[in-house]
């Protein structure tokens, strides 16, 4: 079974240690670049990973803090869920701390700690005090203003083992990437492996990928197909929203991609030339933002110039936010709800960021129209459709009205959106019938579905995998597996039989020993039919799994837990009861043993299963067949 993997990643300012911890925590250091070992300093995105004290992998995507390299530290702290921002406590707070600060505030990165890294060159203790005083001011008013402080060294592993276990507490609250059936991977390395070929690596959102399947690059639209993937150089079969991945790709040339597309499977997304956008100007811009001027976007791992449209009003004030309409020189892919970072080009500078609100706006906005900033704050709130699937996804596995209902939608806005989520198979009924705002039906977001019907299989897979003699898991075990209520769990089993996503049958095959021992058990049976060896005696011939295995396949008859019949036997025996009975009205235990010239060893436990079975009822000291 796949596991999700999260990513975390560094920020602040150059030669703060961040490689160095990375190297420390993990044993190898980021720096891949030939010019990064020489200079000491990253230029590049360096990646590794990491096992928490808990047993949890997670990766690692180390960014570079000199300012001439911002602009590659935007391509891969975007998809991470937590951030380490690394301050040097012999230096504090320094100007590309407060950027990557600000940078790490509007991509909303979730989570964080606080690095104080090289304490063991600072042997005064107030300086310490006055260093972590000055951090928690600057972090106030920012998404990392809770976040969690250690004092660490790379040098003498001081706070090291602190740090894996305050990071696995943060992780642990953090949740996983929702998984909705459209994968994309922006692309921040692109790299030839002998023996492999083409190979991009890039943190999954949005989806999951699968050996075999057929993948776009977009924006250039180029196809070719997925030849491998890993997560942390393991080989996976699949790979899950929020991986860090490398994705081995056949049909494409190293040439052809380029850093900034994405992998995507085909249909879902289109690259788009004109954004709509919530922009929010950092505070510490010293000019207001102007209509008209060009602008350096940064989205997922591309970046493009941009023409900057200001919606409403003609500026934008430092520290105030906006509506704006990006045109941009070169076409990229993005959805309503990804972030992004504009940047000054001339002199570089961080101005702010945002929210994408419409990704495929179809003309340009007229820049006073009233009607704009009040359809923006519905798109920012979220369209009835996204309101409905976000609380499908919130309640999980609810009836129809439940889910409209968290959703506050009013009756026409949510039967529109019900209607729509369920033609897309973004939400998917697990009864028949057409559903409406007011129904019982029990209804569940399609991604969920999806990973409750790969669960489903995988669990279904492993154990034919662990009992390869048995037809199949009990019922009663997979649902005790799951951990599903009885009403889901009917409707689910019934739904991917009907969909034929159970595996069909499973075929239960014995090899050459399991066949001569099975043959030495038959020719033991057919010799003695009406006394056979022994349960323990035919389980000592051919194995327990085995014999349970002819019981399954039906080969055997076990009517007690010492006795046991071929099949054929058993049925004979019955016909012969039955018309013994028929004929004089009832059997008794002598005479069914003199019936078979057995003992009554056999025919004792043969009647209490028939008893059981609602075939004969049992009379005194004889038995009757059961009207």
Not at 86 to 101: K, S, Y
Not at 314 to 319: A, F, L, M, R, V
Not at 591 to 611: G, I, M, N, Q
Request: aromatic share 4%; proline share 5%.
């Amino acid at each position: 079974m796949v596991k999700l993997m999260r990513v975390i990643g560094t920020a602040g300012h150059v030669d703060h240690g961040k490689s160095t911890l990375i190297a420390a925590l993990t044993g190898t250091h980021p720096d891949r670049l030939k010019e990064e070992r020489e200079r000491e300093m990253t230029i590049d995105l360096g990646f590794g990973w990491l096992t928490l004290p808990g047993g949890e992998e997670i990766g690692i995507v180390d960014v570079p803090g000199h300012r001439d390299f911002i602009e590659n530290m935007l391509s891969g702290i975007g998809g991470i869920d937590a951030a380490l921002l690394i301050i040097a406590a012999d230096e504090g707070v320094m100007p590309q701390t407060r950027e990557h600060l600000s940078i790490l505030d509007l991509l909303q990165i979730p989570k964080g700690i606080i690095v104080l890294t090289k304490v063991d060159l600072v042997q005064d203790a107030d300086w310490l005090g006055l260093v972590e005083g000055d951090i928690r001011a600057v972090l106030k008013g920012t998404a990392l203003q809770e976040a969690p402080l250690v004092r660490v060294s790379a040098r003498t592993g001081q706070g090291l083992e602190r740090l894996l276990a305050i990071l696995e507490t943060v992780l642990q609250d953090s949740p996983e990437r929702p998984d909705l059936g459209r994968p994309r991977l922006p692309i921040d390395r692109v790299f030839s492996m002998a023996g492999y070929g083409t190979v991009v690596t890039g943190t999954l959102t949005d989806g999951r990928l699968t050996v075999g399947e057929e993948v776009q690059i977009l924006p250039s639209g180029m196809k070719g197909r997925i030849r491998g993937l890993q997560t942390h150089k393991k080989k996976e079969a699949s790979a899950l929203p929020g991986s860090r991945t490398a994705v081995n790709l056949s049909g494409l040339a190293v040439e052809e991609i380029s850093r900034g597309e994405v992998v995507v499977t085909p249909g879902h997304y289109l690259p788009t030339r004109r954004i709509d956008a919530h922009f929010r100007l950092l505070p510490d811009v010293k000019v207001p933002l102007k209509h008209g001027i060009e602008v350096k976007l940064f989205a997922g791992t591309a970046e493009t110039i941009a023409s900057l449209r200001l919606l409403g009003s003609e500026t934008i004030e430092p520290g105030q936010a906006g509506w704006v309409q990006l045109e941009l020189r070169e076409p990229l892919v993005v959805v309503r709800g990804d972030h992004y970072i504009l940047r000054r080009p001339s002199p570089s500078e961080t101005l702010g960021g945002g929210v994408v609100i419409d990704p495929q706006p179809k003309a340009r906005h007229r820049r006073f129209d009233e009607a704009i900033p009040k359809r923006f704050e519905s798109l920012l709130a979220g369209s009835p459709s996204d309101l409905l699937l976000q609380a499908s996804l919130a309640l999980g596995p609810a009836a129809v009205k439940e889910v409209v209902a968290r959703s506050r939608l009013d009756a026409g806005a949510a039967s529109e959106a019900l209607s729509e989520l369920v033609n897309e198979n973004a939400l998917i009924l697990l009864e028949s019938g057409e559903p409406s705002i007011t129904d019982e039906m029990l209804v569940m977001a399609g991604s969920s579905w999806q990973s409750l019907a790969t669960k489903i299989q995988d669990l279904l897979v492993n154990y034919h995998k662990q009992f390869p003699l048995r037809r199949g898991m009990p019922r009663e075990e997979l649902k005790s597996k799951l951990q599903t209520n009885p009403r889901l769990f009917n409707l689910a089993i019934g739904k991917l039989v009907a969909e034929d996503k159970i595996l069909p049958g499973h075929e239960i095959k014995f090899d050459s020993h399991q066949n001569a021992s099975i043959k030495q058990l038959m020719g033991a049976c057919a010799a003695n039919p009406f006394a056979p060896p022994t349960v323990k005696e035919m389980q000592a011939t051919v194995g327990e799994d085995v014999f349970t295995a002819l019981l399954e396949l039906e080969a055997l008859v076990q009517v007690s837990a010492e006795v046991a019949f071929r099949n054929s036997d058993y049925g004979s025996m019955v016909e012969k009861i039955r018309a013994h009975i028929e004929k004089n009205g009832r059997i008794s235990v002598a005479e069914a043993r003199d019936l078979f010239h057995t003992s009554r060893k056999y025919v004792l436990p043969l009647l209490e299963h028939l008893d059981a079975s609602g075939i004969t009822v049992r009379d005194g000291d004889f038995r009757r067949l059961k009207r």
